[in-house]
């Protein structure tokens, strides 16, 4: 069919035109901010592959609690109180898989005072902004990236001051 771009584009023709049949231009509605519900639509739907992308490998609610043996009410509740990163989606909540020790089935014990780092700066931070920043070199941590060397292991008091760094910088 061509480019990803282009797949993604005839499919989204193909289901728009089967559910909306839009012969004139609707009432009320400028060709300015049709196209802008267009933008804001392809927005929407296109967010979760974005982010998966950015964010690297992840689980949803389901995935982490058989992991971690406990009961997906548990999963919420460590989101709740910092020590679970989780990211919204589309029905559910992603979860970065770097957080966790894939060997012994916990949570990494940097996790919560990473999370906190932001949280002290911005106590509403969105949790896109942490998963953001540990997907890309930090120079805090010699360019190497914050969620390969929290996976690693080891290196948890230079992981949390460059969070702490990072944060301050958002912050101000």
Do not use: C, N
């Not at 957080?99 to 949280?119: G, K, S, T, W, Y």
């Not at 920043?133 to 008091?157: F, H, N, R, Y």
């Amino acid at each position: 069919m061509g480019s990803p771009l282009d797949t993604i584009s005839a499919g989204f023709s193909k289901e728009l035109a089967r559910h909306v049949e839009i012969d004139e231009q609707p009432p009320g509605l400028s060709e300015e901010e049709l196209f802008e519900l267009g933008q804001r639509a392809a927005r929407m739907t296109l967010a979760p592959l974005v982010w998966s992308t950015k964010v690297g490998d992840r689980w949803d609610v389901r995935r982490v609690a058989e992991f971690l043996d406990v009961s997906r009410q548990a999963v919420y509740k460590r989101l709740r109180t910092g020590s679970l990163l989780g990211l919204p989606g589309s029905g559910t909540t992603w979860f970065p898989v770097w957080q966790f020790d894939l060997e012994h089935h916990v949570v990494r014990h940097v996790v919560a005072p990473l999370i906190e780092a932001f949280r002290r700066a911005d106590p509403d931070v969105d949790p896109l902004v942490i998963a953001a920043w540990a997907t890309k070199q930090s120079p805090s941590l010699g360019s190497s990236i914050p969620a390969e060397v929290v996976a690693e292991g080891g290196q948890d008091d230079r992981v949390i001051l460059a969070a702490a760094r990072a944060a301050r910088g958002l912050a101000a």
